[in-house]
């Protein structure tokens, strides 16, 4: 049933009528709610973690000495931790679940989903892969480990660092490329997933290397400058995504969203500042630890609280008529067909 | 339709709706078109995009209003008066068609001296007999100055819906006397002016709700186009018929078109939409109780038709096509009774039965309440839902012994005696029922025909299921059994039974489209009835061509004479003829239109006078000089070699008697008659009475409503008197294009129930805050006989009129819910009483009186009797792979 | 009878051949001519064997199906106007796909389930389809949606399987007004444009066609309409997104910031500090 309309002006209620005809839908979206719920928003976090920690630990392998092997073993097995659940995350939202390889049936970059499809596939067996070859050097495979002995770890990470860095960021892009306008309106979401995964990969590590007590010093110094400088572009890169919605960001700043939003933005804000302050305290300890592993703990929870709310914004945003209406208004990028004819006749 | 054939001849629309787009101004008043009827509204827009003005005169703002150019808003029962004042309108400002009006009507007739008109006589007719509220029709109160005064009742008073030929022979005799300069006072023109002469735009305006302003522009418009060049168009449905003036207001419309010249000519007419599937061909081949197929009277005990001889010399025309009237009768009884009937017995006449009363649906149902009848078929009919007084209906069938009821689904009729908002308790209803189930439309071969006359027929594509099977198939077999259980009687009375042709039966297995064989054994061949119903010569059985043909000799037999062609030769199915040619809206080989295949009746009347064409605009049918012919685009409805300047010799008879420029020969006088003597039983001319139910007095007379009006006085059919403070609104009725009727076949399917699936009613805004009620909230709507609730619709698609200084609210109720079905409402017919009206027992649905409150009923509403259909069909399509399924089957 | 293929994983990865192309075509919708019959509705639902879509009474005017869905294809819009001069003005439109010539949904698809068929028709093969739900988002005119009974996306299907065989879709076929027209795209635009100006002449001036023609980074629908009134009024955005028009530009941002930390990440972990 449609809410009635407010009675308290003077003309009687009209009822099933109004008196501008652009009101008579107006509890009707123009846009149906995407479908997406949990399921994404948990593979988008899970995701960026595996492709951010994937992504510093083969730049580690690429560009750093022997000391640095440790970390980017860490990097890979949590790479590939943090990968086994996406693909199932993604199954279960599919509407049509045994049909998930048919996301492979083609090879199609212009949809980014197609894109990204490929590049998770990708990525997972070049985690995969990389991961087998540290186990076969550590000689745990022994059937096949002399195969995987031979391959080139430097190798594998510069080949695996493509599929990572697309995995890390067409997330957002896919989004981006709807017409939701909450994800629709602003270019940087693809972008500020891109961050978000480089600084929850890099807390994840951190986080993984404090509670195993693995890694060298060096390494949580290089982990902690790195998830400071993530957090703190994610933090502005969010704050520019926020700015460039303009109207359509109404979606993800009001109601409880807002506040789920907040929260994202406070704890990758405060988690940047204990890691900063971490790095100016300096020295070592169970204190420092116990800092790193708050700061490591609040960024990935910045994270998915981003992922998360920006995802059900989706549903807001799509719902909201007036919104929807007033984003997809003439503009530049169309005068719209009824503007167009107008000035045609 | 008594009032299209006391004015034209023919009680049918006069037009096709085709030959709308010819229009140049159609006025649909009493019809909500784009929602009843919105295949054929399709000329209606296309008129419309040629530039035609299209005036929706209704109480509510409907489909049909969005699509019109111009929507005037009136109180429900005043159209006699939105008409009347067009006419004065006409008349005050001289823009009748004179060429047209003096030798095609009789405006020009002069009317005895005994007539007093009822502006003169405070609302009532000279004639009326207060002690039966009835006209004396057999006096000659009504008639032409000269006509002898008949000898007997012309129609006897239990005969409802005349025959035509009673119509006609209001004129027995001499010629008219006629004063083509109208100076006589007495002639039909001058009494027309007189009559009409207080129907102003202020009193429209004051009784009708409308302003002066929109009467004017659709009087306007209705004289502009009219004459030579243009022509304008009325099309009406139940909107008019349902009130107890409804034969009247169709008369007003029909003398509105015989003045402005738009009858017989492309793009006028008065377009009468009917209500149901086929329900004019169950007029023309009637279920009707006093006619015999072909619009002749059924014989009447209280005339004492004894011999066919007297019964003939009763129903006797001496002019007009009506003389054939011998020849119709005598083949319809060699039609009914084969060889055993011959001259010696009277050709079986004495089989005919003889009505005793009035024995129409409201009266029996009426008597059936009292526990006077004890059975009833009900085949495509639901009472229990679908009758004014429901209520009443409902307990009329719960006095029946029995109760036979054919459908394709358990509609109400079949389960009032255990759900419905009478709570019924099964133990005390005798009634044993018993559910037949119905073939649908693919299921059974047979002939419509549709509002336009047009008989159009349809193939079998597959057999029914299960037991299902065709109402034909079961009146057949039920035929048979009767004829078995009364085999050797030597009762004259089962003669007629015993007599009966029946041999209808297949002479070869029935063959489906597939090429299988019909597993059905004993359906009866369906062409062989239309055969039949078409006539054929005795002697070697070759079908009839045209009605010409028929005699009185019994050489010949047929079913219904107008229907004659329809099967003109062996193999030869004239209703199955599909051939549209593009860009033509005259298609005779489109299935085939009674009288003879006539699209447009009347159509002598498209030439002027002297045969030629009005206009070039406006051609139709003519007189082809050389050929000495009338052609045309359709079939010429006049004798096809009578020239124009043809005039009767003094003392012929019959056709003979019809002058070359008369178009409605139907008619003893060739006339269209703007002044009927007789054939209406409530008066010669249109005048406005309020609804029996009404908040507003009559402006013009003391006598409030239709004197001749009868109510019946029985406890469940009380009547809020005049301007009643507990029942002050005013209720209308109307249809929703998604559903159907009563609902019976529409509430059993998904698809539609989804597009409506609530019963509602409309009301304004200014009445929704008056009763504090909003959108969307329950309300209970009730009237003298009972309330139902429903939805509030509020919108300003209602309106609330100003009526003699004061606010009328009008509460508009849709018609198409009941307790039975996937979805369920309170229905309309709940409300409505019967009131019953002098010309066709027709009931008063569409003005009564109410009331509206906000909240529900205190006893729950009707839950759904069966489940939604989830899926319309789960099988896969047969024969069909996977890939070239429906998407909708895919899940 | 074709041999079918067993319904497993390979089904739908197999590729055949697809049919010649054929003239585009589509459907022009004047909503000057609407009644508000609904016929559409119902001969859609009919051909293609398509369920009901519930038994709200809604209260929005007449329109109890109140938008396009998985399983209601055509969808008539009831905008009911109360005149501020006094009266109504009640405004029908038959809305469908718009079968767009640059279709987002088709763009997004990452299984290639939708495509343009030889018709010109933006077609989901329900075959390939896993419902993944990205043209639901994708479509700017909320026409896509995902059933809950199979789980795939569905709209008009443009009656594919009608046209195969020569006949005309099914709403088309049934609207007793030619408010529905059916046809080559190119032709239908031309019989539009002269419909625009003939409405206009009769007094309709600010009426206007919805879609016949390119409109910025929007392209021209083959299916589109003759409407009178602005299109919010029957739920229609005035200027579509057309959401691949802003990827490139997203994937640059997202590249550059990746780039730039990813420098930053080589810097930093280049020597051990």
């Given at each position: 049933m449609r809410t009635t309309q407010?009675?308290?002006?003077?003309?009687?209620?009209l009822g099933a009528a109004?008196?501008?005809?652009?009101?008579?839908?107006?509890?009707?979206?123009i846009l149906k709610q995407p479908t997406w719920n949990h399921e994404v928003a948990a593979y988008f976090f899970l995701g960026g973690v595996s492709a951010g920690s994937a992504l510093i630990g083969s730049i580690a392998e690429m560009?750093?000495?022997?000391?640095?092997k440790e970390l980017a073993r860490t990097a890979h097995y949590v790479s590939l931790a943090t990968l086994i659940p996406c693909p199932f995350l993604l199954i279960a939202d599919?509407?049509?679940?045994?049909?998930?390889?048919h996301m492979l049936r083609i090879f199609k970059p212009s949809s980014p989903m197609n894109l990204g499809s490929w590049a998770l596939t990708a990525h997972g067996a070049g985690a995969t892969v990389t991961v087998l070859c540290m186990l076969a050097r550590k000689g745990?495979?022994?059937?096949?480990g002399w195969a995987l002995r031979v391959l080139p770890e430097r190798l594998l990470a510069g080949l695996g660092i493509p599929s990572s860095f697309v995995l890390a960021g067409y997330t957002g892009v896919l989004l981006g490329t709807t017409s939701v306008p909450v994800w629709?309106?602003?270019?940087?979401l693809g972008a500020l997933f891109m961050s978000s995964s480089l600084s929850t990969g890099a807390a994840f590590l951190s986080f993984a290397s404090s509670l195993t007590d693995r890694g060298h010093e060096s390494d949580r110094h290089a982990l902690s400058l790195l998830g400071c400088l993530f957090s703190v572009v994610e933090f502005c890169v969010l704050m520019g995504y926020v700015a460039t919605?303009?109207?359509?960001?109404t979606a993800l700043i009001k109601g409880r969203l807002g506040t789920l939003l907040a929260g994202a933005a406070g704890a990758i804000c405060v988690g940047a500042l204990i890691e900063m302050a971490t790095l100016l305290l300096g020295g070592s300890g169970r204190k420092r630890d116990a800092l790193a592993l708050t700061s490591s703990a609040l960024t990935l929870v910045g994270g998915g609280l981003l992922r998360w709310a920006v995802v059900r914004a989706g549903r807001v945003s799509a719902a909201d008529r007036e919104g929807t209406l007033n984003a997809m208004g003439p503009s530049e990028r169309s005068p719209g067909w009824r503007a167009q004819n107008q000035t045609q006749a | 339709m008594p009032s299209l054939s006391a004015t034209f001849?023919?009680?049918?629309?006069?037009?096709?709706?085709?030959?709308?787009?010819?229009?140049d101004c159609i006025l649909i008043m009493g019809s909500n078109m784009a929602e009843a009827h919105p295949v054929g509204f399709r000329f209606v827009v296309k008129a419309r995009e040629k530039g035609a003005k299209v005036f929706h005169v209704d109480p509510h703002f409907s489909r049909t209003s969005a699509c019109a150019t111009n929507y005037v808003p009136i109180r429900t029962g005043t159209d006699i008066v939105f008409l009347g004042g067009i006419i004065n309108q006409v008349l005050q400002q001289e823009r009748w068609f004179k060429e047209y009006v003096?030798?095609?009507?009789?405006?020009?007739t002069i009317i005895n001296d005994q007539y007093v008109d009822a502006e003169d006589n405070g609302g009532v007719f000279s004639g009326f007999d207060p002690e039966t509220k009835l006209y004396e029709l057999d006096k000659a109160h009504w008639h032409y100055a000269g006509e002898p005064t008949p000898s007997a009742a012309v129609v006897p008073p239990e005969a409802k819906a005349q025959a035509w030929n009673q119509t006609s022979a209001a004129?027995?005799?001499?010629?008219p006397g006629r004063d083509f300069t109208l100076q006589?006072?007495?002639c039909v023109l001058n009494i027309l002016r007189r009559h009409y002469a207080r129907y102003t735009p202020e009193m429209v305006a004051n009784t009708c709700g409308c302003t002066q302003e929109q009467f004017l522009e659709v009087a306007e418009q209705m004289m502009l186009n009219s004459g030579r060049e243009r022509t304008g168009a009325i099309v009406y449905a139940v909107g008019w018929t349902q009130h107890t003036t409804g034969v009247q207001i169709i008369r007003a419309a029909a003398i509105l078109q015989l003045l402005l010249g738009n009858a017989g000519r492309p793009g006028g007419g008065v377009m009468a939409m009917r209500g149901h599937a086929s329900i004019q061909g169950s007029t023309d081949?009637?279920?009707?109780?006093?006619?015999?197929?072909?619009y002749i009277p059924q014989p009447a005990?209280?005339?004492?038709?004894?011999t066919l001889a007297d019964y003939l010399e009763q129903e006797k025309?001496?002019?007009?096509?009506?003389?054939n009237l011998p020849k119709f009768v005598v083949s319809l009884l060699k039609a009914w009774y084969?060889?055993?009937?011959?001259q010696e017995n009277d050709w079986?006449?004495?089989w005919v039965p003889r009505i005793?009363?009035?024995?129409?649906?409201l009266p029996t149902f009426v008597k059936m309440a009292e526990g006077k009848v004890r059975g009833l078929f009900l085949m495509g009919?639901?009472?229990?839902?679908?009758?004014?007084?429901a209520r009443l209906n409902r307990e009329a069938l719960r006095q029946l012994d029995w109760l036979v009821v054919r459908d394709f689904f358990l509609l109400e009729s079949a389960t009032f005696w255990k759900d419905g908002?009478?709570?019924?308790?099964?133990?005390t209803i005798g009634t044993e029922i018993f559910f037949l189930p119905a073939a649908a439309g693919a299921e059974k071969p047979g002939t419509l025909t549709n509002t336009q006359r047009l008989i159009q027929w349809h193939d079998k594509a597959m057999d029914p299921p299960g037991d299902c099977r065709s109402d034909l198939w079961f009146i057949w077999n039920l035929g048979r059994h009767l004829k078995s259980l009364y085999a050797?009687?030597?009762e004259p009375r089962d003669g007629g039974l015993l007599n009966?042709?029946?041999?209808?039966?297949?002479?070869q297995p029935e063959v489906l489209p597939d090429g299988s064989v019909s597993r059905?054994?004993?359906?009866?061949?369906t062409e062989k009835v239309l055969r039949e119903i078409n006539g054929y010569r005795i002697s070697d059985g070759s079908q009839l061509k045209?009605?010409?043909?028929?005699?009185?000799?019994?050489s010949t037999a047929c079913g219904?004479?107008?229907?004659?062609?329809?099967?003109?030769?062996?193999?030869?199915?004239?209703?199955?003829d599909r051939i549209a040619v593009p860009?033509?809206?005259?298609?005779?080989?489109w299935a085939f239109a009674w009288p003879a295949n006539?699209?447009?009746?009347?159509?002598?009347?498209?030439?002027d006078p002297d045969g030629n064409p009005w206009s070039e605009r406006k051609r139709y049918v003519w007189w082809d000089g050389e050929q000495k012919r009338w052609t045309g685009?359709?079939?010429?409805?006049?004798?096809?070699?009578?020239?124009?300047d043809y005039r009767a010799a003094p003392g012929a008879t019959g056709m003979?008697?019809?002058?070359?420029?008369?178009?409605?020969?139907?008619?003893s006088d060739g006339k269209g008659w703007l002044?009927?003597?007789?054939?209406?039983?409530?008066?010669?001319l249109p005048t406005h009475y309020e609804p029996?139910?009404?908040?507003?007095?009559?402006p013009l007379y003391e006598?409030?409503?239709?004197?001749?009006a009868s109510i019946p006085?029985?406890?469940?059919n009380p009547i809020a008197p005049p301007a009643d403070p507990d029942y002050p609104l005013v209720a209308t009725t109307y249809r929703l294009?998604?559903?159907?009727?009563?609902?019976?076949?529409?509430?059993?399917?998904s698809w539609l129930n989804e597009l409506q699936p609530a019963m509602f009613v409309e009301i304004s805004p200014e009445l929704a805050s008056e009763r504090g009620v909003q959108h969307g909230d329950w309300v209970v709507v009730s009237s003298p006989r009972s309330a139902i609730e429903a939805r509030a619709m509020v919108t300003p698609r209602m309106h609330s009129l100003r009526v003699e200084g004061r606010t009328v609210h009008q509460v508009g109720i849709p018609i198409h819910f009941g307790y039975a079905g996937e979805v369920t409402g309170g229905q309309a017919n709940e409300l409505i009483p019967i009131i019953i009206d002098a010309?066709?027992?027709?009931?008063?649905?569409?003005a009564f009186t109410c009331q509206v409150r906000k909240g529900r009923l205190s006893q729950p509403s009707d839950t759904p009797s069966v489940p939604v259909a989830?899926?319309?069909?789960?099988?896969p399509m047969p024969d069909t792979p996977t890939q070239a399924q429906p998407e909708g089957r895919s899940a | 009878m074709e041999v079918e293929v067993n319904?497993?994983?390979?089904e739908g990865l197999v590729k055949s051949e697809p049919p010649p192309a054929h003239v585009p075509m589509g459907f022009f919708t004047d909503s000057t001519l609407c009644?508000?019959?609904?016929a559409c509705e119902v001969a859609c639902k009919q051909w293609n064997g398509l369920p009901a879509d519930?038994?709200?009474?809604?209260?929005q005017s007449y329109d109890n199906t109140r938008q396009l869905s998985a399983t209601t294809w055509r969808h008539v819009t009831f905008t009911e106007q109360a005149l501020p001069q006094g009266g109504v003005r009640w405004l029908f439109n038959s809305d469908v796909?718009?079968?767009?010539?640059?279709a987002p949904c088709r763009q997004a698809c990452p299984t290639g389930a939708i495509i343009r068929n030889e018709f010109d028709n933006v077609y989901v093969q329900q075959d390939i389809c896993?419902?993944?739900?990205y043209c639901v988002a994708a479509c700017p005119f909320g026409v896509l949606a995902r059933s809950e009974a199979d789980g795939t996306a569905h709209k008009c299907t443009l009656c594919y399987d009608r046209q195969k065989d020569g006949i005309e879709p099914a709403c088309a076929k049934a609207c007793p007004t030619d408010s529905i027209v059916f046809g080559p795209v190119e032709q239908l635009r031309r019989q539009a444009r002269q419909r625009l100006d003939e409405v206009r002449a009769k007094g309709q001036p600010q009426a206007y066609l919805y879609g016949a023609e390119d409109a910025g980074e929007y392209k021209r629908l083959n299916a589109f309409f003759l409407l009178t009134e602005e299109p919010a009024a029957y739920n229609l955005p005035e200027a579509p997104y057309l959401?691949?028009?802003s990827m490139r530009r997203k994937y640059m941002w997202s590249a550059a910031v990746g780039l730039g930390l990813s420098l930053l990440s080589a810097v930093i972990l280049r020597e051990p500090t």
């Amino acid at each position: 049933m449609r809410t009635t309309q407010n009675n308290s002006d003077a003309r009687p209620d009209l009822g099933a009528a109004h008196l501008n005809p652009r009101d008579a839908y107006r509890d009707v979206p123009i846009l149906k709610q995407p479908t997406w719920n949990h399921e994404v928003a948990a593979y988008f976090f899970l995701g960026g973690v595996s492709a951010g920690s994937a992504l510093i630990g083969s730049i580690a392998e690429m560009v750093g000495s022997e000391s640095r092997k440790e970390l980017a073993r860490t990097a890979h097995y949590v790479s590939l931790a943090t990968l086994i659940p996406c693909p199932f995350l993604l199954i279960a939202d599919l509407g049509k679940p045994a049909r998930f390889h048919h996301m492979l049936r083609i090879f199609k970059p212009s949809s980014p989903m197609n894109l990204g499809s490929w590049a998770l596939t990708a990525h997972g067996a070049g985690a995969t892969v990389t991961v087998l070859c540290m186990l076969a050097r550590k000689g745990k495979l022994p059937l096949i480990g002399w195969a995987l002995r031979v391959l080139p770890e430097r190798l594998l990470a510069g080949l695996g660092i493509p599929s990572s860095f697309v995995l890390a960021g067409y997330t957002g892009v896919l989004l981006g490329t709807t017409s939701v306008p909450v994800w629709h309106d602003s270019p940087l979401l693809g972008a500020l997933f891109m961050s978000s995964s480089l600084s929850t990969g890099a807390a994840f590590l951190s986080f993984a290397s404090s509670l195993t007590d693995r890694g060298h010093e060096s390494d949580r110094h290089a982990l902690s400058l790195l998830g400071c400088l993530f957090s703190v572009v994610e933090f502005c890169v969010l704050m520019g995504y926020v700015a460039t919605l303009k109207h359509s960001a109404t979606a993800l700043i009001k109601g409880r969203l807002g506040t789920l939003l907040a929260g994202a933005a406070g704890a990758i804000c405060v988690g940047a500042l204990i890691e900063m302050a971490t790095l100016l305290l300096g020295g070592s300890g169970r204190k420092r630890d116990a800092l790193a592993l708050t700061s490591s703990a609040l960024t990935l929870v910045g994270g998915g609280l981003l992922r998360w709310a920006v995802v059900r914004a989706g549903r807001v945003s799509a719902a909201d008529r007036e919104g929807t209406l007033n984003a997809m208004g003439p503009s530049e990028r169309s005068p719209g067909w009824r503007a167009q004819n107008q000035t045609q006749a | 339709m008594p009032s299209l054939s006391a004015t034209f001849g023919r009680g049918a629309a006069t037009t096709f709706q085709e030959d709308l787009q010819s229009s140049d101004c159609i006025l649909i008043m009493g019809s909500n078109m784009a929602e009843a009827h919105p295949v054929g509204f399709r000329f209606v827009v296309k008129a419309r995009e040629k530039g035609a003005k299209v005036f929706h005169v209704d109480p509510h703002f409907s489909r049909t209003s969005a699509c019109a150019t111009n929507y005037v808003p009136i109180r429900t029962g005043t159209d006699i008066v939105f008409l009347g004042g067009i006419i004065n309108q006409v008349l005050q400002q001289e823009r009748w068609f004179k060429e047209y009006v003096l030798p095609y009507t009789n405006a020009a007739t002069i009317i005895n001296d005994q007539y007093v008109d009822a502006e003169d006589n405070g609302g009532v007719f000279s004639g009326f007999d207060p002690e039966t509220k009835l006209y004396e029709l057999d006096k000659a109160h009504w008639h032409y100055a000269g006509e002898p005064t008949p000898s007997a009742a012309v129609v006897p008073p239990e005969a409802k819906a005349q025959a035509w030929n009673q119509t006609s022979a209001a004129v027995k005799r001499g010629t008219p006397g006629r004063d083509f300069t109208l100076q006589h006072p007495n002639c039909v023109l001058n009494i027309l002016r007189r009559h009409y002469a207080r129907y102003t735009p202020e009193m429209v305006a004051n009784t009708c709700g409308c302003t002066q302003e929109q009467f004017l522009e659709v009087a306007e418009q209705m004289m502009l186009n009219s004459g030579r060049e243009r022509t304008g168009a009325i099309v009406y449905a139940v909107g008019w018929t349902q009130h107890t003036t409804g034969v009247q207001i169709i008369r007003a419309a029909a003398i509105l078109q015989l003045l402005l010249g738009n009858a017989g000519r492309p793009g006028g007419g008065v377009m009468a939409m009917r209500g149901h599937a086929s329900i004019q061909g169950s007029t023309d081949i009637p279920t009707l109780y006093n006619l015999l197929p072909g619009y002749i009277p059924q014989p009447a005990k209280s005339r004492q038709c004894n011999t066919l001889a007297d019964y003939l010399e009763q129903e006797k025309v001496e002019r007009g096509y009506w003389v054939n009237l011998p020849k119709f009768v005598v083949s319809l009884l060699k039609a009914w009774y084969g060889d055993a009937a011959t001259q010696e017995n009277d050709w079986g006449f004495s089989w005919v039965p003889r009505i005793t009363e009035d024995h129409s649906q409201l009266p029996t149902f009426v008597k059936m309440a009292e526990g006077k009848v004890r059975g009833l078929f009900l085949m495509g009919q639901n009472p229990a839902a679908g009758a004014p007084n429901a209520r009443l209906n409902r307990e009329a069938l719960r006095q029946l012994d029995w109760l036979v009821v054919r459908d394709f689904f358990l509609l109400e009729s079949a389960t009032f005696w255990k759900d419905g908002p009478d709570r019924p308790d099964p133990a005390t209803i005798g009634t044993e029922i018993f559910f037949l189930p119905a073939a649908a439309g693919a299921e059974k071969p047979g002939t419509l025909t549709n509002t336009q006359r047009l008989i159009q027929w349809h193939d079998k594509a597959m057999d029914p299921p299960g037991d299902c099977r065709s109402d034909l198939w079961f009146i057949w077999n039920l035929g048979r059994h009767l004829k078995s259980l009364y085999a050797g009687s030597a009762e004259p009375r089962d003669g007629g039974l015993l007599n009966l042709t029946w041999n209808y039966a297949h002479d070869q297995p029935e063959v489906l489209p597939d090429g299988s064989v019909s597993r059905l054994q004993d359906e009866p061949d369906t062409e062989k009835v239309l055969r039949e119903i078409n006539g054929y010569r005795i002697s070697d059985g070759s079908q009839l061509k045209a009605f010409d043909e028929i005699t009185d000799d019994g050489s010949t037999a047929c079913g219904c004479w107008i229907y004659t062609g329809v099967y003109p030769e062996e193999g030869c199915n004239r209703s199955r003829d599909r051939i549209a040619v593009p860009g033509r809206h005259v298609n005779p080989d489109w299935a085939f239109a009674w009288p003879a295949n006539r699209r447009m009746m009347y159509n002598r009347a498209s030439a002027d006078p002297d045969g030629n064409p009005w206009s070039e605009r406006k051609r139709y049918v003519w007189w082809d000089g050389e050929q000495k012919r009338w052609t045309g685009l359709d079939v010429p409805d006049f004798p096809l070699d009578k020239p124009p300047d043809y005039r009767a010799a003094p003392g012929a008879t019959g056709m003979d008697f019809i002058d070359g420029d008369s178009p409605f020969f139907m008619h003893s006088d060739g006339k269209g008659w703007l002044f009927a003597p007789g054939g209406i039983k409530d008066g010669p001319l249109p005048t406005h009475y309020e609804p029996v139910e009404s908040p507003a007095s009559n402006p013009l007379y003391e006598q409030r409503s239709n004197p001749t009006a009868s109510i019946p006085e029985v406890p469940l059919n009380p009547i809020a008197p005049p301007a009643d403070p507990d029942y002050p609104l005013v209720a209308t009725t109307y249809r929703l294009t998604e559903h159907y009727l009563s609902g019976g076949m529409s509430r059993f399917d998904s698809w539609l129930n989804e597009l409506q699936p609530a019963m509602f009613v409309e009301i304004s805004p200014e009445l929704a805050s008056e009763r504090g009620v909003q959108h969307g909230d329950w309300v209970v709507v009730s009237s003298p006989r009972s309330a139902i609730e429903a939805r509030a619709m509020v919108t300003p698609r209602m309106h609330s009129l100003r009526v003699e200084g004061r606010t009328v609210h009008q509460v508009g109720i849709p018609i198409h819910f009941g307790y039975a079905g996937e979805v369920t409402g309170g229905q309309a017919n709940e409300l409505i009483p019967i009131i019953i009206d002098a010309n066709v027992s027709m009931h008063e649905g569409k003005a009564f009186t109410c009331q509206v409150r906000k909240g529900r009923l205190s006893q729950p509403s009707d839950t759904p009797s069966v489940p939604v259909a989830s899926r319309p069909q789960q099988e896969p399509m047969p024969d069909t792979p996977t890939q070239a399924q429906p998407e909708g089957r895919s899940a | 009878m074709e041999v079918e293929v067993n319904p497993g994983l390979l089904e739908g990865l197999v590729k055949s051949e697809p049919p010649p192309a054929h003239v585009p075509m589509g459907f022009f919708t004047d909503s000057t001519l609407c009644i508000g019959c609904k016929a559409c509705e119902v001969a859609c639902k009919q051909w293609n064997g398509l369920p009901a879509d519930g038994m709200e009474w809604t209260g929005q005017s007449y329109d109890n199906t109140r938008q396009l869905s998985a399983t209601t294809w055509r969808h008539v819009t009831f905008t009911e106007q109360a005149l501020p001069q006094g009266g109504v003005r009640w405004l029908f439109n038959s809305d469908v796909c718009k079968h767009c010539t640059e279709a987002p949904c088709r763009q997004a698809c990452p299984t290639g389930a939708i495509i343009r068929n030889e018709f010109d028709n933006v077609y989901v093969q329900q075959d390939i389809c896993n419902g993944c739900g990205y043209c639901v988002a994708a479509c700017p005119f909320g026409v896509l949606a995902r059933s809950e009974a199979d789980g795939t996306a569905h709209k008009c299907t443009l009656c594919y399987d009608r046209q195969k065989d020569g006949i005309e879709p099914a709403c088309a076929k049934a609207c007793p007004t030619d408010s529905i027209v059916f046809g080559p795209v190119e032709q239908l635009r031309r019989q539009a444009r002269q419909r625009l100006d003939e409405v206009r002449a009769k007094g309709q001036p600010q009426a206007y066609l919805y879609g016949a023609e390119d409109a910025g980074e929007y392209k021209r629908l083959n299916a589109f309409f003759l409407l009178t009134e602005e299109p919010a009024a029957y739920n229609l955005p005035e200027a579509p997104y057309l959401p691949s028009a802003s990827m490139r530009r997203k994937y640059m941002w997202s590249a550059a910031v990746g780039l730039g930390l990813s420098l930053l990440s080589a810097v930093i972990l280049r020597e051990p500090t």
